[in-house]
């Protein structure tokens, strides 16, 4: 898996492992729009280089700039990792340090992510009832399906839009012009 290095020191992996069983969180990450979710591991504290050390010993994830929470608090400093697969790796690599608690809802939300994943990719049609096969299914270069006839409704619905900006823009430049003749 890209960032995972060949030789990971295991002393290290353990380290990392106490620190997100004591610091850290598994949830979901929701797409309300697209009514998804996907794994979200987080880990949040005030020393900020032992965050930077957790996020370089897994090369993974992303560190967050220091969040100020106000007055008398120390800043914030945050890191996150919301691919499924990365975090279905370092669950992995995790597993042996992490508490009864913390490996029943990594379980939980992987098992929720996979069932996810398989009913997306039976649909046989779209949320609008076309249907996604033939000339109509579209597979992205992710490798999610998707229905043409959505998509191109979607982008005439924004060429439209936004042909309507410009032409409303134009309108405003000459009525400018035209008071400044008069």
Known sequence: MAGLSD?????????????????????????RK??????????????????????SILGLGRTYRPYDRG????PSYTWRLTSFEKA??????????LGVRRKKRALEILAEGRAQ????????????????????????????????VCISERQRLYRTSHREKLNGMQ????????????
């Not at 353990?14 to 069983?21: C, D, I, K, T, V």
């Not at 996907?38 to 996020?55: C, E, I, K, N, Y």
């Not at 609008?128 to 033939?134: A, E, R, T, Y």
Request: aromatic share 8%; proline share 5%; charged share 25%.
């Open 117 to 148: 994943r398989v009913k997306q990719a039976f649909r046989q049609h779209c949320p609008k009832g076309h249907p996604l096969s033939g000339n109509n299914l579209y597979i992205s270069c992710r490798g999610t399906r998707n229905c043409k």
């Open 34 to 55: 697209k009514k998804t979710q996907t794994p979200l591991l987080q880990l949040s504290m005030t020393d900020g280089d032992t965050v930077q050390r957790f996020a």
């Open 7 to 31: 030789h990971l020191d295991p002393r290290e992996i353990a380290w990392a492992a106490g620190l997100f069983e004591g610091e850290g969180s598994i949830g979901a990450s929701r797409n």
């Open 88 to 97: 279905q790796a370092v669950i992995a690599m995790f597993w042996p340090w």
């Open 71 to 74: 007055l008398n608090c120390k």
């Open 171 to 182: 309108q405003a430049r000459r009525a400018k012009r035209r008071k400044e003749i008069i």
